[in-house]
C-alpha cells in the first residue's frame, strides 16, 4: 500500500503518497488536507504528502505523551541501539533519501549526500551520549546528607523546523531528545513534509517503540499554535527565522515553557591584509552560494582590510562566475532552484536599494525560473537593507575596513550573532578579535559555514539561544534535579 515508510532503499519509493507517522503507524490525514509536493525545479509534483489538521494533532499530542514515561524508563544501552540501528538504516537508505532531497528541495547532489552522510553522524553520536548523561554527587549540606544533581528528561518535545537542509536540523534535535528519554513530535517545513517523514522511516525500520517519535506535517496556521500551546509540550526546539523564532518564544514564555532558538544570521567574514586574497574568495564562495545560499550560516557580509580589497573582490568574481547554476539533477550542479521561485522580488529589493545608496553590482544580479545567479555586490555600507537583512539567497556583499578595528566594528554592527569568521595569519590579533566577534560560533582561518557534530552550535542577539551538539544538546534536553537524603537523624532548628 503507498505511503507506508517501509524500506526505501532505492530512489523510486519517496515519489508518492506520504501519510502521517503517529504512534507508530502511517496513517493518513483526518482533518487536514493531501498536499502536491512539488519539485522546485520543473514544478513538477514528485508526491502527495498527507498535512495533519488538529485532529492529527491532538493524535500525535497524546501518543507522545502517553509514550514518555516508558521511553524515559528505558535502558540508556537499549536507547543507544536504536540509535546506532537508525544511523546504519540512514546510510543504507542513502542513495534515496538524497535524491528525494534534490527533488523536494532543490538541494545539489553534495549538499543532499552531505546531509544524510552528516545525519548519520549524529545519530552514532548522540547514541554514545545515552550513557554519558550523568548528574553530579555534590558536597553534603550537613551530617548525614547525600546530596546529588540528578539529569531527567522533559518528557514531550516538539520539534519545529526549516526547509533548508529538513534533515540534518531535525535528526539534530530529534537525536539528542530522544537519545535523552524525551519523546518527540515533529512538523517539518512544508516545504519539505516528505523528507519528514522519511526520518520516520529511519526510525521505524531501527525498532522505535510506538509514539517516542511522531512525524506530523502540517500548515502553522492550522496545527502550530496548538502544538506550542499545548501544556503536554514542555520544550519547543525551533529552527527557523528570527521573526517567527520571537512570536514562538513569546508563545512558549506564557506557559513557562523551555525554549531553544537556532535562528537567522548576516554572517561576516573579515579578510585582513595579510591573508591570500584568491584563497580567501574560495573561503567566501563556499560560504556564501553553498546550497543557493539558502544557508542559515552564508557568508552574506564580507568585510575586507586595505588593499586586499580589489584582489579579493576579482577573485570572488571569477569563483562566482565559475559555479555552474542548473538541475541540481546533474552532478556537477552547484547552484540549484530557490525552494521558494518567487523569493527573486525580495532578493531584487534588497539589491535594487544597495545600488540606489552607491553598491555596485560585479557579477549576477539575474534570475530565470527559480535559478538566481552567484551575485556580489561591492561597496556596500550600512545605510543599505543588504548590510542588516538576511537575505537566503544566493548574494553576498563586500565592503572595505582601513584597519582591524573598522573591520570588527562593522562585524558587530548588526542585530544577528550567528556565526562569523577571521582570515589571517597573526596569531595575537586572531585572537584578540575573535573573542570580540560578537557570535555565537566564530572560526579563524576558515569559512562561516561550518557545522561540528560535538560542538556548541548556536547564536547570540538576534540569532537565538541554546547550543545544539553532543553534550551541549543533552543538556537542554534535560532538566538537573538537585536531590537529597538525609541518613539518620537530623536535628531541626525549632
Ligand atoms: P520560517 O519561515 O521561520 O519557518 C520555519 C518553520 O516554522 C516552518 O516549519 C514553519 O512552518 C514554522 N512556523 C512558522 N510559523 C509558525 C508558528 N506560528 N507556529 C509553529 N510553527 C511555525 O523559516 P524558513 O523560511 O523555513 O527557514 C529559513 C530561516 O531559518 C532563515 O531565517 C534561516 O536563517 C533560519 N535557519 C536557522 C538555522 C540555525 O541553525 N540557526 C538553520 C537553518 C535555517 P510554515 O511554513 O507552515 O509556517
Redesign the pocket.
Known amino acids: 500500500m503507498p505511503g507506508r515508510g517501509e524500506t526505501m532503499r532505492g530512489q523510486q519509493p519517496y515519489f508518492r503518497e506520504h501519510l502521517l507517522y503517529i504512534n507508530g503507524e502511517w496513517v493518513p490525514q483526518t482533518d487536514g488536507e493531501v498536499m502536491e509536493d512539488r519539485n522546485p525545479a520543473d514544478g513538477s509534483v514528485m508526491a502527495m504528502v498527507h498535512m495533519g489538521g488538529r485532529q492529527d494533532a491532538e493524535k500525535a499530542l497524546a501518543a507522545a505523551y502517553a509514550a514518555r514515561g516508558k521511553w524515559a524508563a528505558t535502558a540508556p544501552d537499549v536507547r543507544e541501539r536504536i540509535l546506532l540501528r537508525a544511523a546504519n538504516e540512514m546510510e543504507a537508505r542513502a542513495e534515496g533519501l538524497t535524491q528525494l532531497m534534490i527533488a523536494e528541495s532543490g538541494s545539489a547532489r553534495y549538499k543532499a549526500w552531505g546531509e544524510v552522510m552528516g545525519s548519520a553522524g549524529i545519530l552514532r553520536v548522540a547514541a554514545g551520549e545515552c550513557r554519558r548523561l550523568h548528574g553530579e554527587v555534590l558536597q553534603p549540606g550537613g551530617a548525614g546528607q547525600m546530596s546529588m544533581a540528578v539529569r531527567s528528561p522533559l518528557g514531550v518535545v516538539l520539534g519545529?523546523?526549516?526547509?533548508?537542509?529538513p534533515m540534518i536540523?531535525a535528526i539534530k534535535k530529534l537525536a539528542y531528545a530522544l537519545a535523552a528519554g524525551n519523546t518527540f513530535i515533529l512538523?517539518?517545513?512544508?516545504?519539505t513534509p516528505a523528507t519528514g517523514l522519511a526520518i520516520a522511516g529511519v526510525f521505524e525500520a531501527a525498532g522505535l517503540p510506538s509514539g517516542v517519535l511522531n512525524v506530523v506535517p502540517?500548515?502553522?496556521?492550522v496545527i502550530?499554535?496548538m502544538?506550542?500551546d499545548d501544556p503536554r509540550v514542555r520544550m519547543v526546539t525551533?529552527?527557523?527565522?528570527?521573526?517567527?523564532?520571537r512570536?514562538?518564544a513569546v508563545?512558549a514564555a506564557r506557559d513557562l515553557k523551555k525554549v531553544a532558538m537556532?535562528?537567522?544570521?548576516k554572517n561576516p567574514l573579515i579578510v585582513l591584509k595579510d591573508f591570500d586574497p584568491v584563497q580567501a574568495a574560495d573561503i567566501a564562495a563556499y560560504g556564501a552560494f553553498c546550497h543557493q545560499g539558502?544557508?542559515?550560516?552564508a557568508t552574506s557580509r564580507i568585510i575586507v582590510e586595505g588593499d586586499g580589497y580589489q584582489p579579493f573582490c576579482d577573485a570572488l568574481v571569477c569563483r562566482a562566475e565559475g559555479l555552474k547554476v542548473g538541475d541540481p539533477r546533474e552532478e556537477d550542479t552547484i547552484i540549484g532552484p530557490l525552494i521558494q521561485p518567487e523569493k527573486w522580488k525580495f532578493i531584487d529589493g534588497q539589491i535594487e536599494d544597495a545600488l540606489s545608496k552607491g553598491a555596485k553590482l560585479l557579477t549576477g544580479g539575474r534570475h530565470e525560473g527559480p535559478w538566481y545567479w552567484p551575485t556580489v555586490l561591492a561597496d556596500v555600507t550600512p545605510e543599505m537593507r543588504i548590510f542588516h537583512e538576511?537575505t537566503?539567497g544566493p548574494v553576498t556583499s563586500v565592503m572595505r575596513a582601513k584597519d582591524p578595528e573598522e573591520a570588527l566594528a562593522l562585524c558587530n554592527d548588526n542585530e544577528y550573532g550567528?556565526s562569523a569568521a577571521l582570515l589571517t595569519h597573526n596569531l595575537e590579533l586572531a585572537w584578540s578579535m575573535g573573542l570580540r566577534m560578537e557570535a555565537g560560533m566564530v572560526h579563524i582561518n576558515d569559512t562561516t559555514f561550518l557545522s561540528g557534530t560535538t560542538a556548541p552550535?548556536?547564536?547570540v542577539k538576534f540569532?537565538?539561544f541554546g547550543r545544539?551538539g553532543g553534550r551541549y544538546s543533552m543538556e537542554d534536553f534535560t532538566e538537573l534535579k538537585w536531590l537529597t537524603m538525609q541518613v539518620g537523624p537530623k536535628k531541626m532548628p525549632f
Not at 187 to 191: I, V, Y
Not at 218 to 221: A, I, L, P
Not at 262 to 265: D, T
Request: hydrophobic share 30%; proline share 6%; with cysteine.
Open positions: 519545529i523546523t526549516p526547509f533548508n537542509y536540523l512538523k517539518p517545513s512544508p516545504l502540517g500548515r502553522s496556521e502550530g499554535d502544538l506550542v525551533f529552527t527557523g527565522s528570527s521573526a517567527v523564532g512570536s514562538i508563545r537556532e535562528l537567522g544570521g539558502q544557508v542559515c550560516m538576511e537566503f550567528l552550535s548556536g547564536g540569532s537565538g545544539e
